[in-house]
């Protein structure tokens, strides 16, 4: 019964995600994992519609993101060429429109976690954060790195609010991405996720972790997890180097 219930929760949250960011997600995959390298031919979009039984226009958006992300080139006469890995400078891509899209990143790479003291918000965290932040958080501190790769893309501080209880106890910290367990431990929901990007000099602590010169850049990324009551029950801040992480954004202009 248990998994019944798993399978549909899935299945529901799948059909909330329009089918173009599933595609993407789907191709973007592949990509990463090689699947189009050493002269293999990307399928066309009329392949694309056949395989995947979706719409040209869905195909199209699909590509669109990618294309966006820097990880395919589409050039009229010459079909869709994927970009090495050179031209994409070596980084990690991370699409950026929703909150399946940070968990897309999380499938792509491995963090373990541990605890790390807990108590006030560091004064930094807070003060970055710019509003009511007070109570004990528990923090848990993790190093994330892409599946075949033993350089760090991030070292992450994942903090939890009081209010949720022991639930921050029950997360597996071997599991990767805490903000997709704490939704089920804790019965809370995300309302909204706020992001703060700035680009600063490591610090000797993060340089360390990084394995990267102390005051090299990276890109410091703050996230505030919000309960649908306006809460924040979750802060994440997250330190990646300059040149093994980089951000791609779609927007879609309104008429």
Not at 83 to 91: N, T
Not at 131 to 140: A, L, Q, T, Y
Not at 148 to 172: C, K, M, N, Q, S
Request: net charge negative; aromatic share 8%.
């Amino acid at each position: 019964m248990e998994q019944h219930l798993a399978i549909t929760a899935t299945d529901k949250k799948a059909r909330r995600t329009p089918r173009y960011l599933q595609l993407a997600g789907e191709l973007r995959e592949a990509i990463l994992a090689g699947e189009f390298s050493g002269g293999k031919q990307f399928p066309t979009e009329t392949a694309l519609c056949a395989r995947y039984d979706v719409s040209r226009f869905t195909v199209r958006e699909a590509l669109r993101r990618l294309e966006a992300e820097g990880l395919i080139q589409r050039r009229r006469g010459s079909g869709t060429t994927v970009q090495p890995a050179a031209a994409r400078g070596g980084a990690l891509h991370q699409p950026l429109s929703n909150v399946g899209e940070l968990l897309q990143y999380a499938r792509d790479s491995e963090v373990i976690y541990e605890e790390v003291e807990c108590g006030a918000l560091p004064a930094d965290v807070a003060e970055q954060i710019g509003e009511s932040v007070e109570g004990d958080w528990m923090c848990f501190r993790g190093t994330r790195r892409h599946s075949e790769d033993d350089l760090p893309i991030a070292v992450t501080d994942a903090y939890f609010h009081e209010y949720l209880g022991e639930a921050p106890r029950e997360l597996d910290l071997s599991a990767g991405t805490l903000f997709s367990q704490i939704e089920r431990l804790a019965g809370v929901r995300i309302g909204k996720v706020t992001q703060d990007i700035q680009a600063i000099p490591a610090d000797e602590a993060t340089a360390s972790a990084l394995k990267i010169d102390e005051a090299s850049p990276v890109l410091r990324i703050l996230r505030c997890y919000y309960d649908p009551d306006g809460r924040i029950f979750e802060i994440s801040v997250s330190h990646h180097p300059g040149d093994r992480f980089a951000y791609a954004m779609h927007i879609d202009v309104e008429g």
